[in-house]
C-alpha cells in the first residue's frame, strides 16, 4: 500500500508540473531549436553597406522576428536593433539557408569606422494566436492532447496523447500479470512455501503498479480536458474583448494585428568579429 501511495504521489507531482510548465509558457518536448549561424560579411564601399550572411534554423512552419545588433567594444555591449537595413530580418522571416542583410551603416551611425566591430543576430519565434474554443474539450475527451492543439497556440501537443495511453496501457498490462501470478498462488504450483508467499507479494506488487498508472493515466486526460475547456474560454473571453473594442472604435477594416507576448521564446545568438 505504501509503495503504491508514493507512485501516485509521483505521478501527481508529474501531472502538477506539465500543467505549470504549460501555464508559464516553456517550450514542451519534440519544440524545435532555433540557432542563427553567421557565415560571413563583407564591406560595400560603393554604397557604404555591410552585407551579413546567416543561416536561420528552426521549423518552417513558423515567423521569426530577427533583429541586427552591433558592438564597437569587443561585444561588452551591442547597440540596436539596427533599422537601416534590406533582407531577409524583420518579423516574417522563416528559416532557411544562405540568408542576406545589408546594412547601411553611415544612415544609422554617421561616425561608424568598423574597428573591432561585432555583429549579433537575434532570432524569437512568433507563436500562433490560437482562438479556439471550451468547445475543444470533446476533442481532448476523445483523444488526450488532441484539443490543446486548437486552444494552445498551434503546437503539436501529441506529448500528452503519448504519456496518457502509456500510463494506461502499463496500468492495463501490470493488471493482468498481478492476475497471473495470483492465480498462480491460487494454484499452489510454488514448489516451497517461501515461493507460494512470494508469488502472493508479487501479485500484490503488481497489482499495486497497475492501479498507481491507472490512476495517473486517468488524472491527466481529465487534466487535458479540464485545462482545454479553461484555455478555451480564456480565448472567447479574449476573442469576445477585441470584438467589443474594434466596435467601439468604430473600426471597420478587417485582420487588425494585435501583439501578443510570445508563448515559446527561443533566441538564437552568434557573433563574429569583423573589422574595415
Given at each position: 500500500?505504501?509503495?503504491?501511495l508514493?507512485f501516485?504521489?509521483?505521478?501527481?507531482?508529474?501531472?502538477?508540473w506539465?500543467?505549470?510548465t504549460s501555464?508559464?509558457?516553456?517550450?514542451?518536448?519534440?519544440a524545435h531549436?532555433?540557432?542563427?549561424?553567421?557565415?560571413?560579411?563583407?564591406?560595400?564601399?560603393k554604397?557604404?553597406?555591410?552585407?551579413?550572411?546567416y543561416?536561420?534554423?528552426?521549423?518552417?512552419?513558423?515567423?521569426?522576428?530577427?533583429?541586427?545588433?552591433?558592438?564597437?567594444?569587443?561585444g561588452?555591449?551591442?547597440?540596436?536593433?539596427?533599422?537601416?537595413?534590406?533582407g531577409?530580418?524583420?518579423?516574417?522571416?522563416?528559416?532557411g539557408?544562405?540568408?542576406?542583410?545589408?546594412?547601411?551603416?553611415?544612415?544609422?551611425?554617421?561616425?561608424?569606422?568598423?574597428?573591432?566591430t561585432m555583429f549579433?543576430?537575434?532570432a524569437t519565434?512568433?507563436p500562433?494566436i490560437?482562438?479556439?474554443?471550451?468547445?475543444?474539450?470533446?476533442?481532448?475527451l476523445?483523444?488526450?492532447?488532441?484539443?490543446?492543439?486548437?486552444?494552445?497556440?498551434?503546437?503539436?501537443?501529441?506529448?500528452?496523447?503519448?504519456?496518457?495511453y502509456a500510463s494506461?496501457?502499463?496500468?492495463?498490462m501490470?493488471?493482468?500479470r498481478?492476475?497471473?501470478?495470483y492465480?498462480?498462488?491460487?494454484?499452489?504450483?510454488?514448489?516451497?512455501?517461501?515461493?507460494?508467499?512470494?508469488?502472493?507479494?508479487?501479485?500484490?506488487r503488481a497489482?499495486?503498479?497497475?492501479?498507481?498508472?491507472?490512476?495517473?493515466?486517468?488524472?491527466?486526460?481529465?487534466?487535458?480536458?479540464i485545462?482545454?475547456?479553461?484555455?478555451?474560454?480564456?480565448?472567447?473571453?479574449?476573442?469576445?474583448?477585441?470584438?467589443?473594442?474594434?466596435e467601439?472604435?468604430?473600426?471597420?477594416?478587417?485582420g487588425?494585428p494585435?501583439?501578443?507576448?510570445?508563448?515559446?521564446?527561443?533566441?538564437g545568438?552568434?557573433?563574429?568579429?569583423?573589422?574595415?
Amino acid at each position: 500500500m505504501k509503495n503504491r501511495l508514493h507512485f501516485i504521489l509521483f505521478f501527481l507531482g508529474l501531472l502538477f508540473w506539465m500543467n505549470s510548465t504549460s501555464s508559464a509558457q516553456i517550450k514542451m518536448p519534440f519544440a524545435h531549436i532555433i540557432e542563427v549561424d553567421i557565415l560571413d560579411t563583407k564591406l560595400n564601399k560603393k554604397d557604404t553597406t555591410i552585407v551579413i550572411r546567416y543561416d536561420l534554423k528552426g521549423s518552417r512552419k513558423r515567423l521569426y522576428d530577427t533583429r541586427l545588433y552591433y558592438s564597437n567594444n569587443g561585444g561588452n555591449s551591442f547597440k540596436g536593433p539596427l533599422r537601416s537595413i534590406e533582407g531577409n530580418i524583420g518579423d516574417s522571416s522563416r528559416a532557411g539557408k544562405d540568408k542576406s542583410i545589408a546594412w547601411s551603416f553611415r544612415k544609422d551611425n554617421p561616425y561608424f569606422d568598423g574597428q573591432r566591430t561585432m555583429f549579433k543576430i537575434e532570432a524569437t519565434e512568433i507563436p500562433k494566436i490560437s482562438n479556439g474554443g471550451p468547445e475543444n474539450a470533446l476533442r481532448s475527451l476523445l483523444i488526450p492532447g488532441l484539443g490543446d492543439t486548437k486552444v494552445r497556440n498551434g503546437y503539436n501537443y501529441g506529448w500528452i496523447t503519448a504519456i496518457t495511453y502509456a500510463s494506461l496501457g502499463t496500468g492495463v498490462m501490470m493488471h493482468f500479470r498481478a492476475q497471473n501470478k495470483y492465480d498462480d498462488y491460487e494454484a499452489r504450483i510454488a514448489s516451497s512455501p517461501e515461493n507460494h508467499q512470494n508469488l502472493l507479494n508479487q501479485a500484490r506488487r503488481a497489482r499495486d503498479i497497475s492501479t498507481g498508472f491507472l490512476i495517473a493515466g486517468g488524472a491527466i486526460w481529465l487534466a487535458d480536458v479540464i485545462g482545454v475547456y479553461g484555455r478555451g474560454l480564456k480565448n472567447r473571453r479574449r476573442a469576445n474583448r477585441e470584438k467589443e473594442l474594434l466596435e467601439g472604435e468604430g473600426e471597420t477594416s478587417r485582420g487588425i494585428p494585435l501583439i501578443y507576448p510570445s508563448m515559446y521564446q527561443g533566441t538564437g545568438q552568434v557573433s563574429l568579429l569583423w573589422q574595415f
